[in-house]
């Protein structure tokens, strides 16, 4: 009753009182209809706040942007933009009607704002691309009374086309083809500089009011293909901020043209709803004193040969509650090892917590050690040894995560007791399910594919699993690597495999998960292990429970599908062995880092480096990039495979429990080089969440 | 009003999330994973009606049902706690889930759960934004005007990573009074007890003693919730 209406959000509140305290009043850093922090078409030296995530679209006469922003730390950004231009074929009717660029966009704030410093950004557009929009800038900006915010820069490349002063570093170099997709350092601050500024006026919590004089010349879109008309440097425009997550710009641009944006602004740190949803734990059962009830503390009940079978229904019930299924149970007079997997809740340290107090309430009370370990993919994946005194002593004790993380212990799972009381009735076990699935390649682009999955396990560890999808909708697959024809094509035929492949069998295979021995795990996946690609897939990771290094190896044997998603290999003939050894690294405040080194697909060698922030409460982005022994022309458009990708969990929007999420990865350009094999299943993500990296950051939640 | 425009937003920011992930689903996995669509259409459903309610109630509170008398409040024979939330407008008749001596947990009928220490605040679960737990004074302390000492609040922050606040307490006895509550007059001492941090955020709870037991208080939950209003309506 209480929460059951206002549940879902009480945002402006979370924000304002609960995390920033009383926070000095200022203005928001805004976005531009480019995406990244700034005026209107020119940027700022402003940052958002750490680790906001804007989606933002902006339609100018012939020209959309769609961008994606993240703020990876308090002074460093990225961001990803599509752009379409239409009537690109005014004045070259030979051409395409539309060409579609793809920019990575990277900003650091090398000063912050303080009283009589402005804040200072220095960034690169596109400095990836084939330099149709590359820039670079340095930009100041400094508030004025919490009302007013002057800024002002320079601009090289496109920021340097309009209203030049000169140049520092010499002319700028054309790009060559075979430099597409490389960062185009040879360019950068070099050629022409041209200064840009402008205001931004706060008018009331809701409007905004900003101008700025353009260093840009649109000299591609006006003189080059004359799908614009640039008439001034001066652009107007209002913006409009509806509740934190929506803000709406519109603007006269250019002195021809209408600007409309939209941002959808969001950050992992503030949850929708201010908190985490979900009924109240059922509270601790405390024992009675051993000297008051020493009868209660007898041991005589662990001959009874009923009492097993009593606990773990018992156990059962009262953990269903909480979507947490019993896998094994093992006990003596003074100790119990329950196995458990978690299916709804979305951290690892709450559902522990449940099992915790559940085993409070049911075991009798000679039992003093809890150990408890969360089994994913049927893998025991840690084990967490709670003391039951810490328990009932820490309930109600201030700080009482950070005490009992003190004295609990976190260690390898260990096989499963000699003892333990299996699964009757859970194995072999059967599931379905029917829905939509979202693939997005680009911002507004993608398509909505209605997907049938079911699995089978057998046994704890051995699954038979497949799913087979439809198109339901889609907006046109435009995406389609560009084969160049030197590599085989092992992803660039992607436009093929949708097409023709509705429906399709996307996956049929069975895997084998197992810990063979401590710290170490191990998969074999056999079967239809993607769309493109069949075969065998092997792996083995090292991972102590409390190390922030991982290291694993992965074997593979695969043959080409066809396109049409059945279970042939008629179109192509193509095998391929690749393997990878991998290395894995948590640096400290959610940074994970990766390397692989092996080989891909399309039979190249090389590695692959991957960053992601990973947040506490499932957030997880970041980019990756590989580079193998394929040259640059090979490759294609794009030169090597690079990309971001980002998951957010749906329970973060929603408020309701639930383990489901939603994400994509984006690349500016794919081609055959760089690609790896995709199989479900790849050991570092079944195990790491019930590692003390991704525990200790969400261990609050132990009491939730 | 303030609540209804925020829910509305809410609601808008979550169908449209959801428009975009597109998650109608059923399977056999559903026990687990319930439909979010569904479960979201109801929430916002339910928000509506909500904001369409607390509209027409003009101040922007609730507009309760007409309130349960003493005897039907009295007729199960279990203790009741009266809390009232007005930021949220709610307004509930809690019982006892769990007494462990000086920690006693009320519960709402759907999960939700208010900790008292001798009938001061300590945790809650189910709210949201939940004070997740901290360090109370005792009522004997309460009691001694002019008292000072450190409050602590755990909350957990909406990354899930725990948050500490610490305040500077200070008691003032203002005096002694009678209440009503539930048409029974109780004789209490009336204490305030005025929090501040170093950062500069102020939270005053307000007690209304009876004895040794708080019958009344005024109790700031958390940022988001604000304060909560409990009354000992039923020993």
Known sequence: MLNSSRRLLAVSAVSTALCAGPALAEITPTLNINGTTGLID??????????????????????????????????????????????????????????????????????KESQYVPAVTIGLVDFLGDGGFSSEYIAATKTFKEKVKVTAGLGWGRLGSYGSIGSLFGDRPPLENTEVGKPNSDQWFRGDFAPFAGVEYKIN???????????????????????????????FGFEYQRGPYARYGFYALHGSEIGLTFHLILNPKTRATGGVMGPAPSPVMSRPARSSDPEAFDTGWVTQPDAGPLLRTNLAKRLAVDGIVIENLAYT???????????????????????????????????????????????????????????????????NSSLLRERVELSDAGPVPENAIGSEGLYPRFGWSLRPSLTMNEPLRGAVRLR?????????????????????????????????GALPPVRSDGKAYTENGNPAVENLTLAWFARPAADIYSRVSFGYLERMHAGISGEVLWKPVES???????????????????????????????????????????????????????????AT???????????????????????????????????????????????????????????????????????????????????????????????? | MGAGVAVTRAARFATGFLALSLVTACGSYGGVDTPPVFRVAGEVAKEAVGAVKSRRGGGGAATP??????????????????????????????????????????????????????????????????????????????????????????????DDRMGRRTYDCTVTV?????????????????????????????????????????????????????????????D
């Open chain 1, 548 to 606: 922030k290094l991982a290291l694993g190896a992965e074997l593979n044997y695969t043959k080409q599908r066809d396109t049409d998603g059945g279970f042939g290999f008629d179109e192509y003939d193509y095998d391929v062995v690749t393997g990878h050894v991998s290395a894995y690294y948590e640096f400290g405040g959610g940074f994970v880092g990766q390397l692989d080194v092996g080989r891909y697909l399309a039979g190249d060698v090389g």
């Open chain 1, 42 to 111: 020119m940027p700022s030296g402003d940052a958002q706040d750490d680790a906001t995530f804007s989606f933002s679209t902006t339609l100018v006469g012939p020209i959309t942007r769609s961008t994606l922003s993240f703020q990876i730390t308090e002074r460093l950004s990225a961001s990803f933009r599509f752009q379409t231009l239409r009537d690109w074929d005014t004045l070259f009717p030979d051409d395409p009607s539309s060409d579609d660029q793809r920019n990575m966009d990277i900003r650091y704030q090398i000063l």
């Open chain 1, 333 to 399: 007079a003074s100790t119990v090892q329950i196995r458990v997997r978690n299916t709804r809740i979305d951290a690892g340290s709450q559902a522990i917590g449940r099992t915790a107090r559940a085993l409070s309430q049911v075991m009798p009370a000679s039992v003093e050690v809890f150990e408890i370990v969360p089994v994913s993919r049927g893998i025991g994946a840690s084990k967490v040894t709670i003391r039951r005194s810490d328990l009932e002593q820490l309930e109600f004790a201030a700080d």
């Open chain 1, 452 to 484: 049938l999955s079911a699995s089978y396990d057998i046994r704890p560890g051995l699954v038979l699993s497949g799913s087979i999808s439809t198109r339901i909708l889609g907006n046109g697959e435009k995406l389609t690597g560009s084969s160049t």
């Open chain 2, 65 to 158: 049902a007409a309130p349960p008398s003493r005897e039907e409040l009295e007729k199960a024979g279990n203790p009741v706690l009266r809390v009232v939330i007005p930021a949220r407008g709610s307004d509930a008749f809690l019982t006892i889930s769990d007494d462990k001596g000086d920690v006693v947990t009320w519960t709402t009928k759907d999960g939700t759960t208010f900790s008292l220490r001798n009938g001061v605040l300590t945790q809650t679960r189910g709210l949201g934004p939940d004070l997740m737990s901290s360090e109370v004074p005792s009522v004997a302390t309460l009691l001694r005007n002019g008292a000072t000492y450190q409050r602590l609040y755990f909350f957990l922050g909406p």
């Open chain 1, 205 to 235: 919590d809701r409007w905004t009011f900003k101008g700025e004089y353009s260093s840009d010349a649109y000299e591609l879109e006006d003189e080059t293909r004359g799908i614009i008309d640039r008439k001034s440097p001066l652009n």
């Open chain 2, 174 to 234: 203002v005096g002694k009074d009678t209440i009503e509550i539930f048409a029974r007059n109780h004789a209490i001492t009336r204490v305030t007890e005025d929090c501040t941090r170093p950062q500069g955020s102020k939270i005053t709870n307000d007690y209304w003693i009876e004895g040794q037991t708080v019958r009344q208080s005024s109790q700031w939950v958390s940022g988001p919730v604000g304060v909560a209003i409990f009354q000992r309506v039923v």
């Open chain 1, 609 to 704: 480096v991957s960053l992601d922030r990973i947040f506490a409460n499932g957030w997880s982005v970041g980019a990756f990039a590989t580079v193998t022994d394929v040259s640059a022309e090979d490759f294609g458009p794009g030169s090597f495979d690079k990309g971001v990708r980002f998951t957010i969990p749906l329970n973060w929007a929603i408020g309701t429990e639930g383990q489901r999420t939603f994400g994509t990865t984006l690349r500016p350009a794919s081609g055959d080089g760089g690609a790896r094999l995709n199989v479900d299943g790849r050991l570092y993500d079944v195990i790491r969440e019930f590692h003390s990296g991704a525990l200790d950051s969400e261990w609050g939640r132990v009491w939730r």
